[in-house]
């Protein structure tokens, strides 16, 4: 954003020091905890009957709303459409890109029985990446990580060191994302940079 | 901790649902019919059996949605899930 004030993220105070910033790519960590930034966060509930709910969402995202459980379609790339219910979604697009699909949606579902929500600033977006990121998670949730289940291109709400979030596993490395609700951001990153110490975890701001 | 078959996520974590009392309560079509009894019966009464018992969940930290669940109030034991609306297998009682 560059229209002269100051956008405060939700995790931008938080101190990442000096050693870690040394390292900013964190290669040689096992597991690298990052704060991937601004990103539209739009979530859509339409009825699973309405088909021109789905026809409206694939024309202006070019994604059509998963109807299988946990289910993300597109992604790594943006935009992404994550699986949150039977009839909810989360529309995760690049930050430029948010205002002018908002405004489609909007526009298209004028007078509709369709709801369409920017929650852009509502969550915070965490990464996890690396070999161990797996084993953080499953320190503080109770879903079933193992790539036979949760893999990649799989997306939830869930629990996670008792705060809800949305996990969503990117890549197969894995890369996972964590949208969490921007008051419990810095509870969960500490939360997350204690699970991590015996693996090495390192910050990294992007 | 239970695992809980959400009928639209699988079997997930106890943890991420919250209960919502007994399931297949209808409102009275004409509450102003009704004696103050009868209406006090049907905002809090409920039955309290030792057994299997029709209750409502939500899956608050998943899908967010409303279900109901035949539990077992002596063993815990879920012996089914279905959507809000559906009969159970005990039907509506
Ligand atoms: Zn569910």
Redesign the interface.
């Known amino acids: 954003m560059d229209n002269g004030y100051m956008r405060q993220g939700p995790l931008d105070y938080i101190p990442i020091s000096a050693e870690l910033e040394a390292d900013q790519g964190g290669n040689d960590a096992t597991v690298v905890l990052e704060d991937r930034g601004f990103r539209g966060q739009i979530v859509l509930q339409g009825k699973a009957s309405d088909a021109e709910f789905f026809d409206a969402v694939s024309d202006i995202t070019g994604l059509r709303p998963s109807k299988e459980?946990?289910v993300v379609t597109g992604g790594p790339g943006f935009p992404r459409l994550l699986w949150?219910?039977?009839e909810?979604w989360l529309l995760v697009t690049e930050d430029e890109e948010s205002g002018r699909i908002m405004l489609g949606l909007t526009n298209s579902f004028k007078g509709r029985h369709v709801q369409v929500v920017d929650n852009s600033d509502a969550y915070a977006i965490v990464g996890v990446r690396g070999a161990s990121a797996r084993d953080i998670l499953a320190k503080g949730c109770?879903?079933d990580l193992h790539e036979r289940v949760f893999r990649s291109g799989s997306s939830?709400?869930?629990?996670l060191g008792q705060v809800?979030v949305i996990l969503h596993q990117v890549t197969d490395d894995p890369d996972y994302e964590i949208h969490v609700h921007r008051s419990f951001a810095e509870f969960l990153w500490e939360w997350l940079v204690d699970a991590g110490q015996e693996y090495g975890l390192k910050t990294v701001r992007p | 901790m239970l695992l809980i078959d959400c009928p639209w996520c699988g079997p997930r974590d106890e943890c991420e649902f919250s209960y919502g009392g007994e399931a297949h309560i209808k409102r009275p079509e004409n509450p102003d019919k009704l004696s103050d009894a009868e209406w006090a019966d049907y905002l809090f009464m409920r039955t309290n059996p030792k057994g299997r018992f029709p209750e409502r969940w939500v899956h608050t930290h998943g899908c967010n949605r409303w279900f109901n669940a035949v539990r077992d109030t002596v063993t815990h034991d879920i012996s089914a899930t279905y959507g809000m609306g559906e009969d159970g297998p005990e039907g509506r009682s």
Request: avoid cysteine.
């Open positions: 459980t946990n949150l219910g039977p909810e109770t879903l939830t709400r869930t629990l809800q």
